[in-house]
Nanobody, 126 residues
Framework: EVQLQASGGGLVQPGGSLRLSCAASGFSFDDYAVGWFRQAPGKEREAVSCISGSGGNTWYADFVKGRFTISRDNAANTVYLQMSSLNPDDTAVYYC???????????????????WGQGTLVTVSS
């Protein structure tokens, strides 16, 4: 059974940090790129970051560049999203998703992802 389990969300003050984890099982993890998406209330789900299967290539949305870092540990079948300098606009449910054969021009396309996790809520508030 394929599973993606996102965790690590919570309440954090503006300027604070959180690390999200995405634990995978049931598929050949290092053959898949993994992306993080987020969805704020009343808004569309948007791409945040993506990392290739080997971890050698990464992509970030402009609104998180310099603040978020994506990484992966293929031995542990886990992808991480280190988030810092958080602000209230970062409040959303964060989802991880895995894609086989993802090309660079498609990292933001939700339809290209084969498996999705359940989401973890990040709330940035004082």
């Amino acid at each position: 059974e394929v599973q993606l389990q996102a965790s690590g969300g919570g309440l954090v003050q503006p300027g604070g940090s959180l690390r999200l984890s995405c634990a995978a099982s049931g598929f050949s993890f290092d053959d898949y790129a993994v992306g993080w998406f987020r969805q704020a209330p009343g808004k569309e789900r948007e791409a945040v970051s993506c990392i290739s299967g080997s971890g050698g290539n990464t992509w970030y949305a402009d609104f998180v560049k310099g603040r978020f870092t994506i990484s992966r540990d293929n031995a542990a079948n886990t992808v991480y999203l280190q988030m810092s300098s958080l602000n209230p606009d970062d409040t959303a449910v964060y989802y991880c998703a895995a894609a086989f054969g993802l090309i660079a021009s498609s990292v933001t396309n939700k339809d290209q992802y084969d498996y999705w996790g359940q989401g973890t809520l990040v709330t940035v508030s004082s």
